[in-house]
Each structure stands twice: as C-alpha cells, then as structure tokens.
C-alpha cells in the first residue's frame, strides 16, 4: 500500500459525506478554475465609467494590444445579463439574452480566437464558462471597425463548443443535449450567418435539432417564439436554482428545480425539457444531503437512455453521464458496492465513446472522463476493503490525465479540468 493512501481516501470519503462535493457528469472536483491570464481584475478608466454604477462585472477580457484599448465586458445590471463593447471613448451595450435573467457569477475565459468577420477590420470569437457550474458555456462574436463596434453574436450552451467556417461565414454552436429523450443525438448544433454583409447580428439559420411535441407537430430548422418565451421563462427558474446552489443554498436550489419541473408538466412544448429538469432536482438533492431521492430519478433518466447505452455511436457517452450522475449518488448516500458496480459501467462506455468519437477533442474529453471516473472508483474500491484494487486504479488514471493535460490542440478549460483532476490523484501518492 501506498505511504498516506489510507488517510487520503478516508478524508475524502469524509468530504463525500460531508455533501461538499458539487456533482457533475465527468467532473472529479468542485474546485473553481483558474482565471486566464486574457482576463483582467481592473479595468481603465474610460470602461470603468461606461459602466452603470450598480453593474455587477462578471467577466473582462482585452482585446488584443491596440491602442485604444479594446475591451469585451459581461455585467450583471441587477436582475438582466449584459455585454458591453469599448474601443477608446466608443462604446456598445447590449441585452446577453431576450429574457431578464442575470449570470448570477462569474464567467471564466476558455478561449479567445481571431477570427475573420466580412467587412470587419478585427473580430474576435470567445468562450466562456460559468464558474461553479463547468456544463454552462457562453459564445460571443465581436467586430471592430472604423466607427462600428458590434456584439453579433451571444449565445449559451450546454457542454458546447463553437466552429467558425470562413467561405460562407457562419458559426456552429454545439450544445450538449444531457437529458434529452431516448434516440436523440448527443448534440444540437446551430448555424448562425450573417443576413447581409453589413448586419450588426448574426442570426439562426438552421439547426439539426428536432423535437416531438406532443402535438405532435414536429418543428425543425428553427423553434417557434411561443416555445422560446416558455423556455426563457423556464431558463430564469433554472438559473434561480444554478445561483442558489453555487451559492451553497441547496435547500433553495432544490425548490426552484422542483418549481421548473412542476412548470415543465404543465406545458406539452416544453416537454423534452423535462429530463434536463429531472437530471438538476437531482444533483440538487445531492448537494442537500438527500442523495437517496436522487438515486430513483437517476436510475429513471438511465432507464430512458437505454438506447444510447446500447448505441455503437458517441451518444453512449450520453449513457455514461448518467451512471456516473447515478454512481456518485450512491456513493454519497453510502451504498459502496453500488456505486462501484455502476461507475464502472461508466467508466466502461467513456472507453466506447472514446474509439467512436469523431473529433480528436471529444476523444480527450471521453478519456479525461474515463479517468475521473477511475478517481471514484477507487474510493468506494477503498471503502470496500480493496486497497490494493484502489491503488491500481488510481495508478492508471495519472497518464490519462496528464496525455488531456498536455495536449496543447484542445480547449484550455478541457485541459484544466484534467489538470485539477491529476492534481486530486497526485496527492494519494
């Protein structure tokens, strides 16, 4: 046995009781990301008085070394979400979503990209991710031309991705679908475009997403207003919840996703949002310490990916989310050989996911998730009296790690979240 592993494990087993441990499908720890160095905590003087008094600065990145100075500024106005542009004494402001919903925290800076935008002299595309909760992305598209600054482009997503494509310029969003119904793919991507080479927005042309209504009219390459004001009004109870819980209330949190599911059951068009629901209220009641009422709902939304977990395609890994979800709620609520015997069989599907993944950066992903999951696996193997067991585990998922850690190709917040993982592993040793 390795020096300090025994007491290692057990203090994290404590850790795991204790509720600290905020959950998420391939995520090992809760621990807040790093700021990049793009990000700045002071901001000149000209976008410091550009700003209303009562905003709330969530993120601030430069743009660049020009002079003047180019700024990218997201804000919280009280109860609305802003996103605010500066070159020198110009300035341009706008609404970060139609619905009067805020961040409710900080966003951390993942990627900024040059970019070529028609007609612009500089644009840049960046990707945020809400600190605390490492599933919401945020995307932005900025231009800068003489006497023009425009924000074309925000939009949030769900373990998403951006693609930018140069001859017709267009942007891609991939927004993970987590709890999506059975057969559904694991991501909806969007295209947006510009209507004119002169546009101040992009616009959604196209989307593969589609969806059943239990009106059965279904609705493809775009989604009716009527739908989008219901899921706006869904989206601020959610985010409701999403604050309370990054703010350690989860007895709060917990009745805002029992509010968004109750909403959910009464408006048929929303219905393939009711999983998504199911899979929050969830991984609140962990948070709470009611790991038990979490477990019936994960072993549902399981039961309805049976599909995927049969699939020879990437939307297994959707199946493996699910019984890592499920996984570490038994291990929170103490049920060791349960918990082993499901995180392995997600530790299991990443490795499928991984040989069919058809990008080089989902690959990472699939491999990085193999290995957290290992991390857990090893501590109910410790729980369980199989130390030795634990100790090769964890052994084998320190290259993993460090291969995601490394690799200079994918997103830095990819690579992060490896790096923090190998640094939990290390410290066993």
């Known amino acids: 046995m390795i020096k300090g592993l025994d007491l290692r494990i057990k203090g994290l087993l404590s850790f795991v009781r204790a509720g600290g441990l905020l959950v998420a499908a391939g995520a090992f720890t809760g621990a807040l990301a790093n700021q990049p160095a793009q990000e700045s905590l002071s901001l000149p003087s000209n976008v410091e008085e550009g700003l209303p008094k009562q905003a709330v600065v969530r993120a601030s990145v430069r743009l660049g070394k020009t002079h003047p100075e180019r700024w990218f500024v997201a ?39 040059s970019i070529s935008v028609p007609e612009a002299d500089a644009s840049f595309l960046l990707s945020f991710e809400q ?55 694991p991501y909806e991507i969007s295209e947006y475009r510009l209507p004119n080479k002169n546009a101040t927005k992009l616009v959604k042309v196209q989307t593969d997403r589609r969806i059943q209504r239990r009106d059965s009219v279904t609705v493809s390459a775009g989604i009716p207003k009527e739908e989008l004001a219901l899921e706006d009004r869904l989206n601020a109870i959610v985010g409701q919840g999403n604050e309370a819980l990054r703010g350690g209330n989860a007895s709060d949190a917990i009745k805002q996703y029992e509010s968004a599911l109750e909403f959910v059951q009464k408006q048929p068009l929303l219905a393939e949002r009711k999983n998504y629901i199911l899979d929050r209220l969830a991984n609140g009641y962990v948070q709470g310490k009611r790991a038990k009422d979490a477990i019936p709902i994960y072993s549902q939304l399981l039961a309805e990916r049976r599909r995927d977990c049969e699939s020879q395609s990437a939307a297994i890994s959707n199946c493996a989310d699910i019984q890592f979800s499920l996984g570490m709620a038994k291990l929170h609520a103490a049920d060791f050989e349960g918990a082993l015997a499901t995180l392995r069989e997600a530790e299991t599907n990443y490795v499928k996911a991984e040989k069919v993944s058809e990008s080089h950066e989902l690959s990472a992903i699939q491999v990085k998730e193999q290995a957290q999951t290992n991390l857990w696996i090893a501590v109910a193997l410790f729980q369980l009296g199989k130390t030795e067991e634990a100790t090769t585990t964890l052994e084998a998922a320190i290259p993993q790690l460090t291969r995601v850690q490394s690799d200079a190709s994918i997103l830095v917040g990819i690579r992060d979240d490896a790096a923090r993982s190998l640094q939990d592993a290390q410290a066993f040793f």
């Not at 109860?79 to 979503?97: H, N, S, Y």
């Not at 482009?153 to 991939?174: Q, S, Y």
């Open 75 to 113: 804000y919280d106005l009280k109860e609305q979400a802003r996103v605010a542009l500066f070159e020198g004494d110009m300035q341009t402001d706008d609404k970060a979503f139609e619905a009067d919903r805020n961040f409710g925290g900080k966003l951390s800076l993942q990627n900024l990209q």
């Open 131 to 185: 600190v605390g909760d490492s599933t919401a992305k945020y995307f932005c598209v900025v231009t800068f031309r003489p006497g023009a600054l425009d924000i074309k482009l925000f939009v949030n997503a769900v373990g998403g991705k951006a693609e930018v494509e140069d001859n017709p310029f267009c942007v891609r969003i991939w927004s993970k679908i987590t709890a999506a119904g059975a057969g559904s793919r």
